[in-house]
């Protein structure tokens, strides 16, 4: 567990919290962005524009990416087939995009909803008395869905250390949270470095041995000497022959 923790740690660190804080800022302003369209009832496509947002939402997650590596990629349909050109698109750049048209939905239609139920009255008031657009928008409706955008932020920035599909199909070399926290495969800490062996006097066990898996002959005989059940055994006297076989067993002979 502790190695698991200090993953993420090493994450974050290493691969730049500053990152995961302005993607998931831009993606709630793009989300609030969306919503304020939407949200205004003059717009005649705001239904369907409604509809565009929630189609990421039932996609499963890597499809955007995939679909993006479709049209951009190597042979995509566009940047080969229609524009003639050859290149990689894997990398934070492409990620970063990918993200935001897959996350940004998230923070539309939460603060749509914020934005909707917004009294008109209060609005309609400031603009009477003289207010500009902007001054009413500023003083009035930013106010009152600024909870609604924090938790729309918060939401994204969940969504985007959970997402492990997208950094996985177009991330590339990129490391993400997400992915460091699969631990790597070592194979030099799969090899055993010591090894341990019956040790066994006149053909009867008497106790086991643990050595070095590379120790020679001499280092198991001395290690087998030295074990107090074998020096009861031999009653003190000398071995007549210690006989190591190796990784599989040592027989003493008294």
Same mark, same amino acid.
């Given at each position: 567990?502790?190695?698991?923790?200090?993953?993420?740690?090493?994450?974050? #660190?290493? #691969?730049?919290?500053?990152?995961?804080?302005?993607?998931?800022?831009?993606?709630?302003?793009?989300?609030?962005?969306?919503?304020?369209?939407?949200?205004?009832?003059? =717009?005649?496509?705001?239904?369907?524009?409604?509809?565009?947002?929630?189609?990421?939402?039932?996609?499963?997650?890597?499809?955007?990416?995939?679909?993006?590596?479709?049209?951009?990629?190597?042979?995509?349909?566009?940047? #080969?087939?229609?524009?003639?050109?050859?290149?990689?698109?894997?990398?934070?750049?492409?990620?970063?995009? $990918?993200?935001?048209?897959? #996350?940004?939905?998230?923070?539309?239609?939460?603060?749509? !909803?914020?934005?909707?139920?917004?009294?008109?009255?209060?609005?309609?008031?400031?603009?009477?008395?003289?207010?500009?657009?902007?001054?009413?928008?500023?003083?009035?409706?930013?106010?009152?869905? !600024?909870?609604?955008?924090?938790?729309?932020?918060?939401?994204?920035?969940?969504?985007?250390?959970?997402?492990?599909?997208?950094? =996985?199909?177009?991330?590339?070399?990129?490391?993400? $949270?997400?992915?460091?926290?699969?631990?790597?495969?070592?194979?030099?800490?799969?090899?055993?470095?010591?090894?341990?062996?019956? $040790?066994?006097?006149?053909?009867?066990?008497?106790?086991?041995?643990?050595?070095? !898996?590379?120790?020679?002959?001499?280092?198991?005989?001395?290690?087998?000497?030295? =074990?107090?059940?074998?020096?009861?055994?031999?009653?003190?006297?000398?071995?007549?022959?210690?006989?190591?076989?190796?990784?599989?067993?040592?027989?003493?002979?008294?």
């Amino acid at each position: 567990m502790r190695e698991f923790l200090q993953t993420w740690i090493d994450a974050f #660190h290493e #691969h730049r919290l500053l990152t995961y804080a302005t993607a998931m800022a831009m993606r709630a302003f793009i989300g609030f962005i969306y919503a304020f369209v939407i949200s205004r009832p003059e =717009l005649p496509a705001r239904r369907a524009l409604r509809l565009i947002a929630t189609l990421p939402l039932f996609s499963p997650p890597f499809a955007l990416g995939f679909s993006y590596i479709l049209m951009f990629g190597r042979f995509g349909l566009i940047s #080969h087939d229609v524009l003639g050109f050859e290149t990689s698109i894997l990398g934070w750049k492409s990620l970063w995009a $990918v993200q935001t048209l897959t #996350h940004f939905p998230y923070a539309a239609l939460a603060i749509e !909803r914020a934005l909707s139920a917004t009294p008109a009255p209060l609005e309609a008031a400031a603009r009477n008395l003289g207010s500009g657009g902007f001054t009413v928008f500023r003083t009035i409706t930013l106010p009152l869905v !600024r909870p609604a955008v924090a938790g729309a932020a918060l939401v994204i920035a969940i969504y985007v250390l959970a997402d492990f599909a997208n950094p =996985l199909v177009i991330g590339g070399d990129f490391p993400l $949270v997400a992915t460091e926290a699969w631990p790597e495969l070592e194979p030099a800490l799969l090899v055993e470095t010591t090894i341990t062996l019956p $040790v066994q006097v006149n053909g009867k066990k008497r106790a086991d041995v643990t050595v070095a !898996r590379d120790a020679k002959n001499a280092e198991i005989e001395a290690a087998v000497l030295a =074990l107090e059940a074998i020096q009861r055994a031999l009653d003190g006297k000398p071995p007549k022959k210690v006989i190591v076989v190796p990784q599989r067993i040592v027989n003493v002979v008294a």
